[in-house]
Nanobody, 117 residues
Framework: QVQLVESGGGLVQPGGSLRLSCVAS????????MGWYRQAPGKERELVAA???????NYADSVKGRFTISRDNAKNAVYLQMNSLKPEDTAVYYC???????????WGQGTQVTVSS
């Protein structure tokens, strides 16, 4: 079955950087859509960044200019480079992948990102 495995979360000071990785296994073909969501305590899960297989991107306004999403289509992997991190970026970050725009969404187990001094 399809599994998404995330890595790269942790504790970082404000202004610092982290790089999240997500690699898919058990897939049939390549995902058209891959991205990252996050969920802070007491809040709904929200889109952070997404990227199509042809390279189109979409970012939440709150992360534009600070976060960069990238993909390795051959590996069915997606990455999130997070710079200039703020305390409000603290959340559990989830990898998401779909074969098509209306297809079943696959989710990773989540990785905690904590931005604190």
């Amino acid at each position: 079955q399809v599994q998404l495995v995330e890595s790269g979360g942790g504790l970082v000071q404000p202004g610092g950087s982290l790089r999240l990785s997500c690699v898919a296994s058990g897939t049939i073909g390549r995902f058209n859509f891959m991205g990252w969501y996050r969920q802070a305590p007491g809040k709904e899960r929200e889109l952070v960044a997404a990227m199509t297989i042809v390279g189109s991107t979409n970012y939440a306004d709150s992360v534009k200019g600070r976060f960069t999403i990238s993909r390795d289509n051959a590996k069915n992997a997606v990455y999130l480079q997070m710079n200039s991190l703020k305390p409000e970026d603290t959340a559990v970050y989830y990898c998401n992948a779909m074969y098509g725009s209306n297809s079943y969404p696959y989710w990773g187990q989540g990785t905690q990102v904590t931005v604190s001094s």
